[in-house]
């Protein structure tokens, strides 16, 4: 059946049901407002599907995740971070001759305006990386000007330079939070080499790069490159539809990105299990409180995945690698497993479909990389700008794409008398009794400007009149 009927009224309306690739239905109401007058409400559209794409597949239900058609299994454990970029960007896994090109074309474009480096030293020392970044980003606008009408050749440099830029941007922002030079991007290194190496090396010592952690950083941005119709791509997709320039674009999904209900859950994690670990308790505690809703078990739970989370498995797996290697001890850690362990079994959790997210072990592998607290969500940011960017891209080449404006259902007040400044304050006119009147006088409903409305006895309205306000 390709049809679904609406009866509202005793009308019905035909809808037609579309069908995705892998026979998700979704019923297209686009017409639904001229043909019936009414509009849906959904909030938080956690049943509202806002386009169509072919970037991302993911099934909560069955834990599946997929960028263009492609396990994120096999990406994570084939893939580079720029190969993944590419393929979402552009929907084909590169070529090494297309890889060696864009590879190039991102170091080419690593470097930010030298100008644009002096903004850092304006900003205060505790200034949130995220913050910084989201400025600067879209400050990237005034500096690389983009055409109105942009070819394919002016896409690719546009794209190259967000890729690499907010890369380039996050290391400079934490050297000014610890206040040490920032590191230039170096042309030998490799996308997550160089990161490493402008975050951690100084003109003092060089940085001993460590292959496990530069895969561990690697696969982190592979598992975070795109999630679908998330908060903050559909924020990118949002700004984009007005056209709004593409460096706003994604200084906006970074924005979006900051919140803790977000990019912010690996930091909560990691605070989570360092306030277990300081009360001495292992974990058991914290999972009894967390059931009696004296707390909550950051990392646990998804809004979309419901048996679990793919990328969780793959990070837990690294995580063992990381933090099995001689030397490395991580009580946090321990207690994360202890956690994982009695939670799996716990009926309250399995009930609830509670499993351990991505963020219950990516802040682990960023703490155990000795990525700062502070810079977990920029990791992020980093690893989803080709997604953002890969949204925009297919945005912008979909024809139907109109300028996104939803509706509303209006709860606020009903039309009422303007208040002059000096009589502000004064016992109000009821909006109830102000529908009631409306109603009363004009019958439909509809309020008639200029009628003369009577005061219902013993009310005054604001001016201590008796409803003469429009004579
Ligand atoms: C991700 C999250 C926001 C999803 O929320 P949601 O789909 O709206 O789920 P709900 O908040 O409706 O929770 C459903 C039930 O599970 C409980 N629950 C959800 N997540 C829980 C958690 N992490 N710890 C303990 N209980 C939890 C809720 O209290 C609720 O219980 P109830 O049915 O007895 O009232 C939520 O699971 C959460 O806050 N997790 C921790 C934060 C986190 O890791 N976020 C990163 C997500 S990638």
């Known amino acids: 059946m390709n049809k679904a009927v609406l009866n509202y009224g005793g009308v019905e309306t035909e809808l037609d049901v579309l069908t995705g690739t892998e026979g998700e239905k979704g019923i297209d109401i686009q017409k639904l407002r001229c043909r019936t ?6 909030e938080g559209y956690a049943n509202t599907g806002s386009c169509t794409s072919a970037v991302t597949y993911l099934d909560g239900e069955k834990g599946i995740l997929r960028y263009r058609g492609y396990p994120i299994e096999e990406l994570a454990a084939r ?11 552009y929907g084909e896994l590169p070529t090494s001759k297309q890889l060696n090109s864009f590879s190039g074309l991102l170091n080419n474009s690593s470097l930010i305006h030298e100008d644009m480096r002096h903004f850092f030293l304006a900003f205060p020392n505790y200034a949130h990386p995220m913050g910084l970044l989201t400025t600067m980003v879209a400050s990237l606008a005034t500096f690389y000007p983009v055409p109105e009408e942009m070819g394919d050749e002016e896409e690719r440099q546009v794209i190259a330079n967000l890729v690499s830029q907010v890369r380039t941007i996050a290391a400079f922002s934490y050297k000014k939070f610890i206040g040490e030079p920032a590191v230039y991007p170096s042309y030998r290194l490799r996308f997550v080499e160089n990161f490493l190496n402008m975050m951690f090396s100084s003109p003092v010592s060089n940085y001993q790069q460590d292959p496990d952690v530069v895969k561990a950083i690697d696969t982190f941005l592979v598992l975070h490159a795109d999630h679908e119709q998330n908060c903050s791509t559909s924020t990118v997709r949002m700004v984009g539809s007005s056209l709004a320039n ?22 909560e994690v990691i605070a989570m299990l360092a306030s277990i670990l300081e009360s001495g308790d292992d974990g058991r505690r914290f999972i009894e409180n967390a059931k009696r809703k004296e707390a909550r078990l950051m990392g ?38 202890k956690i994982e362990e009695a939670a ?12 351990p997210n991505v963020d219950f072990y990516s802040g ?11 810079m977990f969500t920029v990791l992020f940011a980093i690893g989803r700008t ?33 208040i002059p400044l000096d009589k502000r304050g004064a016992p109000q006119t009821s909006t109830t009794a102000m529908r009631e009147r409306e109603q009363s006088t004009a019958g439909s409903g509809r309020f008639t400007p200029r009628r003369l409305l009577p005061m219902p006895p013993g009310e005054t309205n604001s001016l201590g009149e008796n409803g003469s306000e429009f004579a």
């Open 37 to 42: 007058g009414i509009v849906t409400l959904d």
């Open 79 to 89: 893939s580079r971070f720029v190969e993944v970029a590419y393929l979402l960007m």
């Open 300 to 337: 646990f739970g998804h809004r979309v995945y419901r048996t679990f989370d793919p990328r969780a498995v793959i990070l837990k797996n690294l995580c063992h690698k990381l933090l099995s290697k001689p030397g490395v001890n991580n009580p946090l850690f321990d207690i994360a497993l």
């Open 344 to 355: 799996l079994k716990d009926d309250y959790f399995l009930s609830r479909n509670l499993y």
């Open 246 to 267: 593409v460096y706003a674009v994604i200084s906006s999904g970074i924005a979006a990105l900051w919140g803790r209900r977000h990019g912010g859950a690996n930091q």
């Open 364 to 374: 682990l592998i960023l703490k155990a990389a000795n990525i700062p607290y502070d």
């Open 386 to 418: 080709p997604g953002w960017l890969a949204h925009w891209r297919e945005m912008r080449r979909n024809e139907n794409t109109r300028i996104a404006r939803p509706r509303q259902i209006y709860v606020g007040p009903a039309l009422r008398n303007y």
